[in-house]
């Protein structure tokens, strides 16, 4: 369902709405239009009204067939010519999804020469790959992007989109939501899925140490987006299999008023997220050269170092460093954290390394809950017998 | 130029207490402030203000004590103020968010730029933004770091995954920026007698082109709070105190092959 409303502040009662009703819908009323009854919501008086004072508003419907949306679609990123591993995961997880629901698993590239990677995909077990490859998609633009999407979403109409939770997918993903008028939830930690394909979608929530279990029961597609490294890739198979469909670029691609001025390509920095190793410095540091601490520990084991939000704020670190779902996920093989308390947004950025080491003089702080060890005990002291025991300093 | 820029009050602790029925954040009796990533978004707009002309509006979804962020932002610089403000808003999601968004600030004007922060700190979604400019059927860039007025829009610089992409958008466009674009300045005391009588318009669902109420809050919202519940943890953990702390950690470092 759909409505026509007037923004009478922008009216200027010129009329030209009225002459363009083909169906004699618009009164006239003090000065300015009224639509009544006879009102098809054709449009018409929107494209006609040179103040732009008409609106055409879409209204909610009440539910959808659900029957009519079947599939796992995933959003595989591409950047500078390079797949964003975030998509091999959520095929993984769309994989498994799918067991449940028997739905096929989908995937849709859009860029400039990314029909190479269409034939890659088909190594991971989904059943169709959609291309969307032109010269004009060389470098991101939210609207020509999601024109792209879109249309794959119209043609193959699947119940769920996945998009990895990056730079781009968090920029793209509210676009595709809006236009379709559902629901999305960001940052999920956890996918599983019912028999009646509602996605039970799973992030922590709220700013406080809580975790909230969403559904977007009423409307389709359901999509979600999911931070690189929370979800596991699948194997790659030897023998490729599904199919690719080229799709014709659509026209919100030429009609997106979106210019480019430069692409930059930089070297793909290492990043917290690849480090094998973690020191974590959190507020229990007194002061910001304290952190050489957490750097000189790191250090020794031949890792590296990040912090937690509140040290960012303060300026005493770059927000690259930062774990937590305002900076990023990691996933180590050891991570210690150093006077961090543990609050959500960040436990839920780390809880998936293999060993994690919690230091917190606080015997209840959270970090502690997630941790493997957890030592109630000043960082201060800790630390630096440490650090001399690791550089043989003094031994054990 | 006309600038609006989007804040929004946040909790001032992450203790924040949440109804267990509904699913729905229990804001009284929490001290708040106002988002932190949406200072960088006022202080951008003052500084394009300063240097282009026009005005920069700051407008808020909240209760009427949400005022407090508005006047703050009147003591940052900002030369109008609206808090949209009804019961009926309330419970709403990023759909119903950005809808209501999108709505107010078609109800107080027309703005060249619109400006987000980032994310919010208790949301921490990063949508609504791009959601609002898709209401409008505007373009958009998030995560931008540089920003400059170019002719007839901005020049938007965000990075990606491997590049830096710089974009023109013309006006109206809506950009979200990153707290790397500019230092926000401090509310001045000065600024903050001269508007201390400056009013903050508030205005409801009934001054909105969209009167109705099923596009709003709760019922305006696709997605639902299912369940609320305390993180599981499943890991098997031992617990440590005392002054060997050190010196049992190196052995299990050695032992886990680390060292």
């Known amino acids: ?396 | 130029m006309n600038i609006f820029v989007c804040i929004k009050q946040v909790p001032s602790t992450n203790q924040v207490q949440v109804d267990e029925k509904t699913g729905v954040l229990k804001r009284s009796g929490v001290a708040s402030k106002m988002n932190p990533y949406d200072l960088y978004a006022l202080e951008t707009a003052l500084r394009l203000k300063a240097e282009q002309g026009g005005t920069v509006t700051v407008g808020t979804m909240g209760p009427p004590q949400a005022q407090a962020i508005i006047r703050e932002a009147y003591m940052m610089g900002a030369d109008d103020g609206y808090v949209f403000s009804d019961r009926r808003l309330g419970g709403a999601d990023v759909l119903a968010t950005s809808y209501t968004l999108s709505q107010a600030i078609q109800s107080t004007g027309d703005y060249d730029l619109i400006l987000c922060g980032k994310q919010t700190t208790d949301g921490d979604t990063a949508q609504v933004g791009p959601a609002i400019a898709e209401h409008l059927g505007i373009p958009h860039a998030a995560w931008v770091s540089r920003l400059t007025v170019t002719g007839d829009g901005v020049d938007a610089c965000q990075q990606l995954q491997d590049v830096i992409e710089t974009v023109h958008m013309p006006f109206p466009c809506l950009v979200t920026v990153e707290q790397d674009i500019f230092m926000p300045r401090l509310p001045s005391l000065k600024t903050a007698r001269e508007t201390a009588e400056k009013p903050v318009h508030i205005l409801s669902l009934d001054d909105f082109p969209d009167q109705d109420e099923n596009h709003y809050g709760l019922s305006g919202s696709p997605t639902q709070v299912e369940r609320i519940f305390p993180p599981e943890n499943d890991t098997v953990h031992e617990s440590w105190s005392g002054p060997d702390s050190a010196e049992k950690l190196h052995r299990r470092l050695k032992a886990w092959k680390f060292v």
């Open chain 1, 1 to 396: 369902m759909a409505k026509i409303v007037l923004l009478e502040r922008k009216c200027t009662g010129c009329g030209q709405c009225r002459s363009a009703c083909p169906f004699g819908a618009i009164d006239w009323k003090d000065g300015k239009p009224e639509l009544n009854a006879a009102c098809k919501v054709c449009g018409l008086c929107v494209k006609n009204c040179p103040e732009k004072a008409l609106m055409r508003l879409e209204t909610r419907a009440d539910s959808v067939d659900k029957s009519q949306w079947k599939g796992i679609l995933v959003f595989a990123e591409v950047t500078a010519g390079r797949l964003h591993p975030v998509a091999l995961e959520l095929i993984g997880k769309a994989l498994e999804l799918a067991k449940v629901c028997g739905d096929p698993v989908l995937a849709v590239l859009v860029g400039s020469g990314v029909g190479a990677w269409a034939d890659e995909l088909r190594h991971y077990g989904v059943s169709r790959v959609f291309v969307y490859d032109d010269p004009a998609l060389g470098w991101f633009r939210a609207d020509a992007f999601a024109a792209c999407v879109e249309d794959c979403i119209r043609a193959a109409r699947p119940g769920v989109v996945l998009v990895g939770a990056t730079s781009l997918g968090r920029s793209l993903a509210p676009r595709l939501s809006t236009r379709f008028h559902t629901g999305l939830t960001a940052d999920c930690t956890k996918l599983e899925m019912r028999e009646n394909s509602d996605l039970v979608q799973i992030r922590p929530a709220f700013g406080g140490n809580i975790m909230a279990q969403i559904i977007t029961t009423y409307t389709r597609p359901q999509f979600a987006t999911v931070r690189y490294k929370v979800m596991n890739p699948p194997l790659r198979r030897e023998e490729a299999s599904g199919e690719v469909t080229v799709r014709p670029v659509p026209k919100g691609v030429a009609e997106s008023p979106v210019t480019c001025v430069s692409v930059v390509p930089v070297p793909p920095a290492r990043t917290i997220s690849d480090a094998e190793i973690l020191v974590v410095g959190g507020r229990g540091l007194r002061k910001e050269s304290d952190l050489d601490l957490i750097r000189e520990l790191a250090e020794a084991l031949g890792g590296d170092w990040a912090t937690t939000r509140p040290l960012v704020e303060k300026g005493w670190a770059t927000n690259d460093r930062q774990i937590g779902l305002s900076g990023r996920t990691v996933r180590p093989r050891l991570i210690i954290t150093c006077g961090v308390s543990g609050a959500i947004q960040f436990t839920s950025c780390m809880n998936a390394s293999e060993h994690i080491v919690s230091i917190n003089t606080d015997p209840d702080a959270p970090i502690h809950r997630v941790a493997h060890i957890a030592i109630t005990g000043d960082l201060y002291e800790i630390l630096p017998a440490l650090i001399r025991r690791l550089r043989g300093e003094e031994h054990a």
